[in-house]
Nanobody
Framework: QVQLVESGGGLVQAGASLRLSCAAS????????MGWFRQAPRKEREFVAAITWTIGSTSYADSVKGRFTISRDNAKNTVYLQMNNLKPDDTAVYYCAAAFRPLSLRTSTMYDYWGEGTQVTVSS
């Protein structure tokens, strides 16, 4: 059983940066692939970024590539999403998720555990 808690969201202006954190409970964190998804108002949940249990293997949505960076610290049971040059279109609730054996890191249904989300609002 894995429990995930996101933090670090807030209200910022366009061009600003935020770093989201996802703290995981349990001793099996290093065995899970981790992902970030987001859901904007009146829109479907979409993939943002993912990282495998092996450090260095990452994947990003085209809309955030070059601006966002996902990383993890297995010793702290924490995954991060560094978001730079934020845009109003980045406004959404951001969710952290964990997948044990996903067929695809970009598919939400492949993830076994989810956090409750943290709100990111970017003003123009």
């Amino acid at each position: 059983q894995v429990q995930l808690v996101e933090s670090g969201g807030g209200l910022v202006q366009a061009g600003a940066s935020l770093r989201l954190s996802c703290a995981a409970s349990g001793g099996t964190f290093s065995s899970y692939h981790m992902g970030w998804f987001r859901q904007a108002p009146r829109k479907e949940r979409e993939f943002v970024a993912a990282i495998t249990w092996t450090i260095g293997s990452t994947s990003y949505a085209d809309s955030v590539k070059g601006r966002f960076t996902i990383s993890r610290d297995n010793a702290k049971n924490t995954v991060y999403l560094q978001m730079n040059n934020l845009k109003p279109d980045d406004t959404a609730v951001y969710y952290c998720a964990a997948a044990f054996r996903p067929l695809s890191l970009r598919t939400s249904t492949m993830y076994d555990y989810w956090g409750e989300g943290t709100q990111v609002t970017v003003s123009s």
